[in-house]
């Protein structure tokens, strides 16, 4: 049921599934998914959780963001890709989406990144760059937006990954220069 749903949600989106068509391809009645997960909602945030955790239970916190960005990178969207960031990204604007699953998981994410950095606002510094990595995706799986939507994986991570590194450092943030004397 979870593989059917997470193929539904990253085709259509959120707002455009239905129980109906993810209990059909699940092979299933509508009524079994209700009974195992409730309503439409809480099948997405297993959905969800269940990609997301998987990723972060198997991935060395030290290349948790790259695996992620690629996944985004090659991955996102495609109908025989996991379909976590598909999913994600298609239903971001949802008032219904899941919101404290989705808040969650990226918090257990950013408490990764958070972990590679000694800096006093190592926190801020990792939730700026699962800010990154989720713009990223909107931008190239969504809007399709040019020319990241068909810039080269590897090129991207290049960029991503040394900015990545300069954000993680401990040290101060350079900041504007407030007036001259």
Not at 111 to 122: N, T
Not at 129 to 151: C, K
Request: hydrophobic letters at 45%; one cysteine or more; proline letters at 4%.
């Amino acid at each position: 049921m979870l593989h059917a749903a997470g193929a539904v949600f990253a085709e259509r989106g959120y707002e455009a599934a239905t129980v109906r068509d993810i209990a059909s391809r699940a092979g299933v009645n509508q009524a079994l998914i209700f009974r195992y997960f409730g309503s439409k909602k809480a099948l997405l945030t297993e959905v969800m959780a269940e990609g997301g955790k998987e990723q972060l239970s198997h991935t060395p916190p030290d290349r948790l963001f790259e695996t992620a960005l690629r996944g985004v990178l090659e991955e996102g969207g495609k109908p025989d890709s996991d379909r976590l960031l598909a999913v994600y990204l298609r239903s971001i604007g949802s008032a219904d989406a899941a919101p404290d699953t989705v808040r969650a998981l990226g918090e257990e994410y950013a408490a990764a990144l958070a972990g590679l950095s000694s800096a006093d606002d190592s926190e801020l510094r990792a939730q700026l760059a699962m800010a990154w990595l989720l713009g990223i995706g909107l931008m190239r799986v969504v809007v399709g937006q040019e020319p990241l939507a068909s810039a080269a994986p590897d090129e991207i991570c290049s960029h991503v990954l040394t900015a990545l590194e300069g954000l993680l450092q401990d040290g101060e943030v350079p900041g504007p220069e407030h007036g001259s004397e």
